[in-house]
């Protein structure tokens, strides 16, 4: 008999099918592969995106090389065909009884390694740390334009998950508005808070230590594991174990452990499921919204497994036919490269 | 600039990309073909399905042929592979902080044609209406079955849309419980007409057959539009113009006009977008629930035109590049087969 679950957090209702349960080979895999050819996030090929508003230009030689030239080793770049336009006042208008408002935003490329070959999974923690800086640093400074209100960041990777360049990279698009499942997000969290008083996350990140039927991976900050209701088969997200509102408060030693453990499940994914498609996203408090007890970021991580969906888009009816139990257990039985956690200063008293 | 719209129902917000619009010539088309080979759906196959629950068989010569045997026109089966089990008491129980229930619930196949190289598009009025009469029936049925809260109506056509067999059908699965985004789109509602003391999707209904811009097409008793605020390109609804909340109590004359309304649709997009794979929803109220004010039944059909959309399951974020006007004109400019609607009888007082 399947199971119907509830998403503690928005209310939703998956059926999680049990008894014909599919396992990571029984779907449809057309693993990414990198084809090559010209690629204008690639080195050398500076001059073929807009100009960049960040990079990280390690100094060689005690110089450091020219904006837009090579020499870096993560830029930052606009979008070239943007979704949104940065410029303008916002004006929100009114159209009979429709609402609408002009297109203002920004629409940035992070380009995640000069390397056309390489992957976020196989790049070095320490790499992947200085991605999840730049996240940060353009949040904080995009947060500073009063007319954000969410600052929205994500990675599609492999053309089936909607990549249109194979080069490893990861968008970010600040917005007026509020997506609407960011919105319910929010909205179950505080409902959830008002009856509580305790945040839905941690309760939920505590129940899961106690049962680690769930848990994919664990470290000192963070929790990997696989939600009690998933809409899609291998979804996955992270947490920090400590609650904390919004991505770009994290600390130092927060990125460093964020980065083991984006790693260490990318890497178990690509594994288990023959390196699929995936989108993954950071889900984050609204960035004009002071520090609040009741949401609490983490990251969600979709592989594409199943070739269709565009019933469940007009209905928010999912029919997931991996429990989250037997895709926790291949994900945490995977054996991959250890990525160590640099030992932890033990504070002296 | 690209534009932000609102969802006045659910309050989604959209881009709408204006400066670069998408022509139907700018997706990229695989048009649905049949290819043949074995199909349970077939006729003279008819063991090959579990036992047919309904099935419409002409008289000929006065007699009309067995169950499960030919001699049929329209067949509903259950379904081989069910997403949810028809036997048990439903059982709803807690998970530590989490709920769940047993799956318990109905999942049936409306085979809509005898003939495996028909569509729905090209079936007559009459078949269509039989295929709508169908639906009806079988809600009647299982409605009266309390454990069901929701029955959803839907079609997956072609593969990329979801569709595993190519025999025309639709399919119908009886929930104990509401899908989310029913459920919002009746709060929504609600909303609206607390605020409003009118429906949101009548006054809606009234603003678009003044503008006229984004109408499509329209008969005595249906109009149909591209939503204001649509999520994908080609997106289009089609509603009845007299409020009425449930889609099974529609009357013999409205079924007659919303057949030609969803063929006159379907032949309309298979001539602008090339046989496009598709999915159709039927959005009702809650089967338990008396007529209300304040929802107002209506078919969603959705065109997968674009490849993927990962992305916009983790957020909610929606970036059409079609604005609706421009895809209401191509549905609404091209030639298609009329169907005529018949003599409206005219009241003698």
Known sequence: MPELRKDPIVGRWVIISTDRAKRPTDFFREGVKIKGGFCPFCYGNENKTPKEILAYRPTQNGATSQRDTPGWTMRVVPNKFPALG?????????????????????????????????TLANLTPKKIEDVLWAFRDRILDLKKDRRFKYILIFKNHGEAAGASLEHAHSQLIALPILPIYVAEELEGAKNYYIFKERCVFCDLIQQEM???????????????????????????????????????????RMFEDLAKALKTLLMKADRVLDNPPYNLVIHSSPVQDPTNDHYHWHIEFMPKLTKTAGFEWGTGFYINPTPPEEAARFLREAEVEQVTTAPVAVAVS
Chains 1, 2 share one sequence.
């Open 210 to 252: 106690d049962d680690t039927s769930r848990v994919v991976a664990e470290n000192e900050h963070f929790i990997t594991l696989a939600p009690y209701a998933p809409r899609f088969p291998f979804e996955t997200w992270i947490l920090p174990k400590q609650h904390e509102s919004a991505f770009e408060n994290s600390s130092s």
């Open 86 to 118: 940065i410029e303008g006042t916002l004006n929100r208008q009114a159209e009979g009884m429709f609402d609408k408002m002009n297109g203002i935003g920004a629409h940035e490329v992070i380009i995640e390694t000069s390397d056309h070959n390489a």
